[in-house]
């Protein structure tokens, strides 16, 4: 056994996490300035929290993923770490030549009290910063929040930075990324593209950590939302954020400084909430929904109907983020399975307020927690006490899948040992005809390998 | 078929080229930093190596290899081994990132021993703990540790903001080991990530934590009275330590310890009742060398088990030391025997090989060792450094003494180790040393990277992006050694990228099987076609617009 000292028994737990299902916040920073086009994230802190994310980030992603450091030394840490983000931007500058530095904090700047304000306007004024260039920062400590926080932190420091509006608004309609993967990103903007609706997505990491193998490499990938179009999003006519703990913030901060409304939805991960997206990317843009994206649709209800009693009644476990987890779990009574267990590591009423709309009805038994001690661990031990058909999450899921000789379906952030998540969205319905269709073969191919041999079908 | 010739040719340009990287790559950088970077890039001389500054804080903003303290202490030395719990104190992040992303295997011996190796323990610091300390959340996190798992030993690892408030670890685990009692041993680390320069400060913490805690806890000798060693630095990272075990249980020599390969805590209690210790990986582990024949008397040499022909050499050194025929035959025909298959692979692999040029920047010893493996396939290291090496480990122990100490490796805390009253027995008497020196055995020696590497190649301490990229953009070479957050930079270039930190999930390479393993995983990459296709037809070739006749 992988989990050899994992048992059912539980140990009330005030101050110890095992097996975390979230991480922190920085390495979140990190990914969402990657989606902005000519932009080098650039970590103030110790230089193990850059190579880490870095490391997090390129074995997920399976690209280059570049992001300097501050480089804390002992000194820095007692004196403050402001010579040191000087330096670094002239560096950065000088040799690497980005538009922009994305700057976030990490626990050790945060504990000391650096002011990247200051810092920022001090590098200025020492001349530090071409003409034309810009330094964007954002505060991400560590022991607040999760990875999720990070990234909504950085999406905020985008519209706090270039949002702008001016006196015309223009008919369009900014779709603000949630944590997803690229594939996700490029599948909503064809859905948008087939409706001919006018839209700005960011952060877009689309064509930066999915990048083609030309024989060059590109600091600076073609991909990302442009610096113009960031600027843009004060003009346009509305926002939907997807994923309300990663986009809301931005919304907010867009709406405050730009006067631009906005409507939260999911991110859309299933039938259900892509209808909602459809929607209310319809509504808000003003163009109707193309026949093709109801076929689209039409052939996910099918696909369902057709493999109806392979998924009715299935147990479900699923970890991971919670604007992952909240459509995913909705999608997965789409189905007529059974979430059974469902933990986050990141805090917030809204999850728990939506596993409580959602399940009350079709699974009132499904137990959930988020938040801190919301870890792998307490899964664990909850699928000990009561077993469950299948399990969803991030790479580090397959330890209790060999354990408990369950099938699993890798979605969620980190993905480490398979390729696939950056090529096949699970967004949009054909998004989620994928995650049906991996679902299907993964329980299945159990039932195949386990069953008795004389209940072997051909056909299935 | 690769025309040797012609490759040797080439080098010859290659080596008045290199000559003219340091000027090139350093015009670009800032005035300070230019000047200080150029001291971190020489060229090679294995007769008289030239000083490289190596062990200096990194240039914020360079983008850099390196890591941290906290990843040296707790990710490198303290991670292989399987039966201590260990708990990050410290915001989530840290332990979450050091959570089996080191691929160091192990193999417990029954379904009751010990694992903790798949788990990952944090206190997970919230801002509160950060206001108002994290001493008591880290001893109630102990005892949730202890409540459930029952194990030997738990250590804690500081994280950066545990130094700043002033949490004193130390003091919890001193407390904790007390409130718990039961012989339950538990020790604290400080190794925030600010500490030091890079993964290296975090070494030296783990090592004097190893020496103060666990090492000759237990002196009952166990096993063999015969060949008694250690295997110091090996990580079994892969497999590595496995091939080493077979290896050394072949000859009927008797390994006590491997620090920290597939290690357990009994097995750093009972290391000192060895009789010789060897140092693989000298970066990361001389320290407990040292301090080991200051109070036990074991001494130590350095063995290099990468590559076929060094791993037959530290046998040889094994068999040497110990002075007796009967291991010296064993040895021998052990080697014999598994040179056959050695050999039969390195010339198939050769084929391809040949020629071909290899550039290495990588870790503390790896970036030295793994040009072993290139030469047995007849390829040249052209440009390699560490990303946290230290001057002796390119120089040799030889410039120990002229090391500038600086701030940075002054806050390292330094142990006093002296000879143990009841314990220190010396292995060999002074003449014995003395005869076996005068047959060319060294002791506490290390030669360094640049005593291996032919004159006038590259060598950079702590490479940056920029000069990585320069690097491959101008020599091309055929394969390029770093770890994951350069690999697919360096592809994305044409040219494949072999990570010597994870092995790309390969391994062991260690060893003559892994010797075997490595000549086919390197045969494989430099013979995979999928890089002559990165060009689609039509961007190399003229439009023609079609013609029909009808």
Same mark, same amino acid.
């Given at each position: ?8 028994q ?5 101050? %110890?996490?095992i097996n975390?299902?979230?991480?922190c916040q920085?390495?979140?920073a990190?990914?969402?300035a ?13 230089q193990?929290?850059c190579?880490y994310?870095r490391s997090? %980030? ?9 992001a ?10 007692v ?5 040191? /983000? ?5 560096t950065?500058f000088t040799?690497?030549?980005?538009d ?8 050790l700047s945060?504990?000391?009290?650096d002011d990247l304000t200051?810092?920022v306007?001090k ?8 003409e034309? *260039? ?13 990875h999720i ?5 950085q999406?905020?420091?985008?519209v ?5 509006a001016?006196?015309k ?8 990324a949630g944590?997803?993967e ?6 909503? *903007? ?5 409706m001919e609706?006018?839209?700005?997505l ?5 064509g ?5 193998l ?12 442009s610096?113009?179009d960031m ?6 006519k ?5 994923g309300?703990y990663s986009? !809301? ?5 867009l709406?405050?400084k730009?006067?631009v ?9 299933? %039938? *259900? ?14 163009v109707?929904v193309?026949d ?9 209800v ?7 009693k392979?998924f009715?009644?299935k147990?479900v476990a ?9 459509p %995913?779990t909705?999608?997965?009574l ?5 979430p059974?267990?469902i933990?986050?590591g990141?805090p ?5 307020e939506?596993?409580?709309?959602? /399940?009350a009805?079709?699974?009132? !038994?499904?137990r959930?927690?988020?938040g801190?001690?919301?870890?792998m661990?307490q899964?664990?031990q909850?699928i000990?006490q009561?077993?469950?058909d299948?399990l ?8 209790i899948?060999r354990d408990?000789n369950i099938?699993f379906?890798?979605?969620g952030?980190p ?17 989620a ?5 991996k ?5 299945l191919?159990h039932?195949?390998r386990?069953?008795? !041999? !004389?209940?072997v079908?051909?056909?299935m | 078929?690769?025309d ?6 080439d080098a010859?340009?290659?080596t008045?080229e290199?000559?003219e ?9 800032p005035?300070?930093v230019?000047?200080k970077?150029?001291r971190?890039?020489?060229?090679s +001389?294995?007769?008289t190596?030239?000083e490289?500054q190596?062990?200096?804080r990194?240039?914020p903003?360079?983008?850099?290899q390196r890591?941290c303290t ?9 991670g ?6 260990n708990i990050?104190?410290g915001?989530?992040g840290c332990?979450?990132?050091s959570?089996?992303t080191?691929r160091?295997?192990t193999r ?12 990952c323990?944090s206190?997970?610091?919230q ?5 108002f ?8 996190a ?8 029952h ?15 002033g949490?004193?670890?130390h003091?919890v685990a ?7 009692g039961g ?13 030091g320069v890079?993964q290296?400060?975090?070494?030296h913490?783990a090592n004097n934590g ?5 090492? =000759?806890?237990? +002196? ?6 015969k060949?008694r ?5 090996e990580?079994?990272?892969?497999g590595d330590?496995?091939?080493l075990e077979?290896?050394?249980?072949k000859c009927?020599?008797?390994l006590?310890?491997?620090?920290s ?11 000192h009742t060895?009789?010789l210790?060897m140092?693989m990986?000298h970066?990361?582990?001389?320290y ?9 008397g074991i001494p130590?040499i350095k ?13 040889r050194?094994i068999?040497q030391y110990?002075?007796e025929q009967e ?17 039969a692979?390195r ?6 090989t040949?020629?071909k ?5 990588? @870790?503390?010893?790896r970036?030295?060792?793994y040009q072993?493996l290139f030469e047995?396939?007849?390829m040249?290291t052209?440009?390699a ?6 001057r +002796?480990?390119?120089e040799g122990?030889r410039v120990?003494p002229s090391?500038?100490i ?10 006093t180790?002296?000879? +143990?009253?009841?314990?220190y027995?010396?292995r060999k ?5 003395k005869a ?6 060294e002791?506490n020696?290390?030669?360094?990277l640049?005593?291996?590497m032919?004159?006038g190649?590259?060598v950079i ?12 953009e101008?020599?091309h070479?055929?394969v390029?050694?770093? @770890?994951i957050k350069?690999?697919?930079c360096v592809q994305?270039? =044409?040219i494949?990228?072999k ?9 062991p390479?260690a060893?003559?099987?892994g ?6 995983d ?9 890089w002559k ?5 039509w961007e190399?070739?003229d439009f ?7």
């Amino acid at each position: 056994m992988l989990l050899r000292h994992t048992t059912a028994q539980e140990v009330e737990r005030k101050a %110890l996490t095992i097996n975390p299902s979230k991480t922190c916040q920085p390495v979140g920073a990190m990914y969402a300035a990657l989606g902005l086009h000519g932009c080098l994230p650039h970590s103030h802190g110790s230089q193990g929290c850059c190579s880490y994310h870095r490391s997090a %980030l390129t074995r997920h992603f399976k690209e280059p993923v570049m992001a300097a450091t501050s480089s804390f030394s002992e000194g820095s840490s007692v004196f403050g770490g402001s010579s040191n /983000l000087v330096a670094a931007i002239e560096t950065i500058f000088t040799v690497y030549e980005p538009d922009v530095i994305a700057v976030h904090t990490t626990c050790l700047s945060e504990t000391i009290g650096d002011d990247l304000t200051q810092i920022v306007s001090k590098a200025h004024e020492d001349g530090k910063v071409p003409e034309g *260039k810009k330094v964007i920062f954002c505060n991400t400590p560590s022991y607040v929040g999760t990875h999720i926080t990070g990234y909504s932190s950085q999406v905020s420091s985008f519209v706090k930075f270039f949002s702008a509006a001016t006196p015309k608004k223009r008919n369009v309609v900014n779709l603000v990324a949630g944590w997803m993967e690229p594939s996700d990103m490029r599948e909503i *903007k064809r859905i948008a593209r087939v409706m001919e609706a006018r839209t700005i997505l960011f952060p877009d990491m689309s064509g930066v950590l999915d990048a083609p193998l030309t024989g060059k490499f590109e600091m600076y990938p073609k991909g990302g939302v442009s610096l113009s179009d960031m600027a843009a999003t004060g003009d346009s006519k509305f926002s939907i954020g997807l994923g309300a703990y990663s986009t !809301e913030d931005a919304c907010v901060k867009l709406e405050n400084k730009c006067k631009v409304k906005f409507e939260v939805v999911e991110i859309p991960i299933g %039938l *259900k909430a892509t209808d909602r997206f459809i929607t209310s990317l319809s509504r808000h843009a003003n163009v109707p929904v193309p026949d093709e994206l109801t076929e689209e649709r039409g052939r996910l209800v099918d696909l369902i109907a057709d493999n109806s009693k392979y998924f009715y009644g299935k147990r479900v476990a699923l970890f991971g983020d919670p604007d992952t987890l909240i459509p %995913l779990t909705e999608f997965l009574l789409t189905l007529d399975m059974k979430p059974a267990y469902i933990v986050t590591g990141t805090p917030g009423k809204h999850f728990d307020e939506s596993m409580q709309a959602l /399940l009350a009805e079709q699974a009132p !038994e499904a137990r959930y927690k988020s938040g801190e001690r919301a870890d792998m661990f307490q899964l664990h031990q909850w699928i000990k006490q009561e077993p469950v058909d299948l399990l969803i999450g991030n790479t580090y899921g397959k330890y209790i899948a060999r354990d408990e000789n369950i099938p699993f379906v890798r979605l969620g952030f980190p993905i480490v040992d398979r390729p696939g998540h950056n090529f096949f969205p699970h967004t949009g319905y054909v998004g989620a005809t994928n995650l049906a269709i991996k679902i299907l073969d993964k329980v299945l191919d159990h039932t195949d390998r386990t069953c008795a !041999e !004389e209940k072997v079908e051909l056909q299935m | 078929m690769i025309d040797e010739k012609d490759k040797l040719k080439d080098a010859d340009t290659l080596t008045a080229e290199l000559q003219e990287f340091r000027d090139e790559v350093v015009a670009k950088y800032p005035k300070k930093v230019a000047k200080k970077r150029a001291r971190g890039i020489v060229l090679s +001389d294995p007769s008289t190596p030239p000083e490289i500054q190596a062990n200096v804080r990194t240039i914020p903003g360079i983008i850099t290899q390196r890591g941290c303290t906290y990843a040296g202490c707790k990710g490198v030395v303290l991670g292989p081994t399987r039966d201590i719990v260990n708990i990050t104190h410290g915001p989530i992040g840290c332990g979450f990132y050091s959570w089996l992303t080191r691929r160091n295997q192990t193999r417990p011996t029954s379904d009751s021993d010990a694992n903790f190796i798949p788990y990952c323990f944090s206190t997970d610091m919230q801002d509160s703990n950060i206001v108002f300390g994290g001493e008591e959340k880290l001893k109630q996190a102990i005892r949730e540790a202890y409540a459930l798992f029952h194990p030997k030993a738990i250590a804690i690892f500081s994280t950066c903001p545990v130094g700043l408030i002033g949490d004193d670890v130390h003091r919890v685990a001193r407390h904790m080991m007390e409130e718990i009692g039961g012989g339950i041993n538990i020790f604290g680390f400080s190794c925030e990530g600010y500490r030091g320069v890079s993964q290296s400060a975090g070494h030296h913490i783990a090592n004097n934590g190893l020496f103060k805690n666990l090492i =000759g806890r237990d +002196d009952e000798v166990r096993g063999s009275l015969k060949y008694r060693v250690n295997l110091l630095g090996e990580y079994n990272i892969g497999g590595d330590a496995f091939e080493l075990e077979r290896i050394f249980e072949k000859c009927g020599v008797n390994l006590l310890a491997s620090f920290s390969g597939n290690s357990t805590i009994q097995k750093f209690e009972n290391a000192h009742t060895a009789d010789l210790n060897m140092v693989m990986c000298h970066r990361s582990i001389n320290y407990v060398a040292e301090m080991m024949e200051t109070a036990f008397g074991i001494p130590w040499i350095k063995v290099q088990p990468i590559g076929a022909r060094s791993t037959a050499k530290m046998l040889r050194k094994i068999a040497q030391y110990f002075g007796e025929q009967e291991l010296t035959d064993r040895v021998e025909a052990v080697i014999a025997e598994e040179m056959a298959a050695v050999d039969a692979a390195r010339e198939k692999a050769r084929r391809r090989t040949a020629g071909k040029l290899a550039m290495l920047f990588v @870790g503390g010893s790896r970036a030295h060792h793994y040009q072993d493996l290139f030469e047995e396939l007849g390829m040249t290291t052209v440009a390699a450094g560490y990303e946290f090496g230290h001057r +002796d480990d390119y120089e040799g122990r030889r410039v120990i003494p002229s090391i500038q100490i600086d701030a940075d490796s002054r806050n390292i805390e330094e142990i006093t180790v002296s000879r +143990d009253a009841t314990r220190y027995r010396p292995r060999k008497t002074e003449e014995e040393l003395k005869a076996l020196e005068a047959d060319g055995m060294e002791f506490n020696e290390y030669h360094g990277l640049m005593s291996q590497m032919e004159k006038g190649m590259l060598v950079i301490d702590d490479l940056s992006h920029y000069e990585m990229e320069k690097l491959v953009e101008k020599y091309h070479p055929d394969v390029f050694c770093a @770890g994951i957050k350069e690999k697919f930079c360096v592809q994305k270039m =044409g040219i494949p990228l072999k990570q010597l930190h994870n092995y790309d999930v390969g391994g062991p390479y260690a060893g003559f099987r892994g010797a075997i393993n490595f000549y086919k995983d390197i045969e494989m990459m430099v013979g995979a076609t999928i890089w002559k296709e990165v060009k689609a037809p039509w961007e190399s070739e003229d439009f023609v617009e079609a013609t029909y006749v009808y």
